[in-house]
Every structure is written in structure tokens, then in C-alpha cells.
């Protein structure tokens, strides 16, 4: 999102728009849904990744949880199509977010059952207190969401966009 704000400021200047201008244009922007859109709720904070995950795209969407002074959830699925290696990359995300301070990992889909693995292996290994769980898909998700979560907790939800998400996110939302 920086990079993408930079960009654009560097693009306005070049076309004569006033710093304040290109501040104003920045500052209207809107996330497009399912791409690190921040979703305020009374008791709760979405952040909305689920259009598409890669394992630096995952990594990256993990560091924005951190800048959160919240209990921080994440609630990651699987990614496809990355080809060979694929458990491995799965696994360095469940290890990944045991060393970044989430609170809480909730680890969904078959692809998915690496991360978890490896993320107990890095909770045993570091004596951290994450709370780690492995779910089959989304439906299972929606239906315990509610008993996982606390009042005012931030809450990525990152996965690609063939494990359907963004069902997640309007479930959090009611």
C-alpha cells in the first residue's frame, strides 16, 4: 500500500498536482475489498487479504497484523498454485507467525495442515504462548468463529481466493 501510494504521489507530481492535492487523493483512497481493506467494527478489527495469498504476500499481510496493540488472530488458508515445495512454503508461514507475536493462528485447509504442524513444532521450540488450531475450510470457521474471538481483537483473514474467504469476512461482520 505505501509503495502504491508512492507511486502515485511520484505520477501526480508528474503531472503538476499540487502536494496537497496529491495528499487529498491519497488520503480519499479506498482498499479494494479482499486487498488489505481495514474493516473498524465496535468490537472488532477486520483486515480483509483474502483475494489472493503467496508466501510473501502472507508474510507481509502477518507484519501488518503486528502493527495492531491488540490481541491479534489470524485466520490464514491455503495457498494455491505454487507449484513444487508447496508444504514446505505452507510450513514456513505456520513457522512465521509463532516467531511474529500473533496471538492466535487458525490454520485452514488441507495445504494448511503443514503450516499447523509446523507452527506447533515452533510454538514447542520457542515455549510461546500462541493459541494454534487447524479447521478443514471455511464453513468451520463461520460456525466457531465466535467462541475463538474477543471483544476487540484484529483480525486477518488471508487466504487465496479459491478457498472463499470472503465468506469469512461478511461473517465477521454480522
Excluded: W
Aim: hydrophobic share 45%.
Amino acid at each position: 500500500m505505501v509503495m502504491n501510494a508512492l507511486a502515485a504521489a511520484c505520477v501526480g507530481d508528474l503531472l503538476g498536482l499540487k502536494p496537497e492535492e496529491i495528499a487529498k487523493g491519497i488520503a480519499d483512497a479506498k482498499a479494494v475489498g479482499g486487498r488489505s481493506n481495514l474493516i473498524a467494527l465496535d468490537d472488532k478489527t477486520i483486515l480483509d487479504d483474502c483475494y489472493n495469498a503467496n508466501p510473501v504476500s502472507m508474510k507481509a499481510a502477518i507484519d501488518l497484523l503486528n502493527l495492531a496493540n491488540t490481541r491479534k488472530v489470524a485466520i490464514l488458508g491455503d495457498m494455491f498454485e505454487l507449484g513444487e515445495g508447496q508444504e514446505r512454503m505452507h510450513a514456513e508461514i505456520g513457522t512465521y507467525a509463532v516467531e511474529n507475536g500473533i496471538d492466535v493462528l487458525l490454520c485452514v485447509g488441507d495445504l494448511s495442515k503443514n503450516m499447523y504442524e509446523a507452527a506447533m513444532k515452533a510454538k514447542e521450540e520457542k515455549g510461546s504462548q500462541i493459541e494454534i488450531i487447524s479447521m478443514k475450510d471455511r464453513q468451520e470457521v463461520i460456525e466457531k468463529i465466535d467462541s475463538i474471538l474477543e471483544k476487540n481483537d484484529t483480525v486477518l483473514v488471508k487466504a487465496s481466493h479459491g478457498m472463499g474467504f470472503a465468506q469469512v469476512v461478511k461473517a465477521l461482520q454480522l
